[in-house]
């Protein structure tokens, strides 16, 4: 998605996004990879994300890269974790390790 770009609403997609522009609304996708300039007001959820522009909402990942222009105001829930010097981030860390596991009923891990 192009700089000059704006959504409205939530985005869904089981393929990677490579993001420019601006998100009003949640994302969850397998892979994202936000630019400098982009801006997302919502919650962020993806197995694989690199981090550079501004993120004003929580974010969860299986891995997650925090580059040094990241702008994140939120909380982080991350299974592995990189942060480059400079960036900045305003919220509380979580690893996914630490995450109580829901079990069911016959000791079956709720997913």
């Known amino acids: ?4 770009i704006g959504i ?3 985005l869904a997609a089981t393929a990677d996004l490579h ?3 601006r998100v009003d609304g949640d ?3 397998a892979a994202l990879v936000q630019g400098e300039t982009s801006e997302i007001t919502g919650a962020v959820v993806a197995e694989n994300a690199h981090v550079a522009g501004k993120i004003k909402g929580s974010i969860s990942a299986d891995t997650l890269v925090i580059l040094k222009t990241a702008r994140i105001e939120g909380d982080v829930t ?3 974790l990189s942060i480059e010097e400079g960036a900045q981030v305003e ?6 390790a630490a995450e109580p596991k829901l079990m069911l009923a016959g000791g079956t891990e709720a997913v």
């Open 27 to 29: 994302i969850k996708c």
């Open 78 to 80: 991350y299974g592995t």
């Open 19 to 21: 993001l420019d522009g």
């Open 8 to 10: 409205e609403g939530d």
């Open 91 to 96: 919220g509380n860390f979580s690893n996914r």
């Open 1 to 4: 998605m192009g700089a000059d």
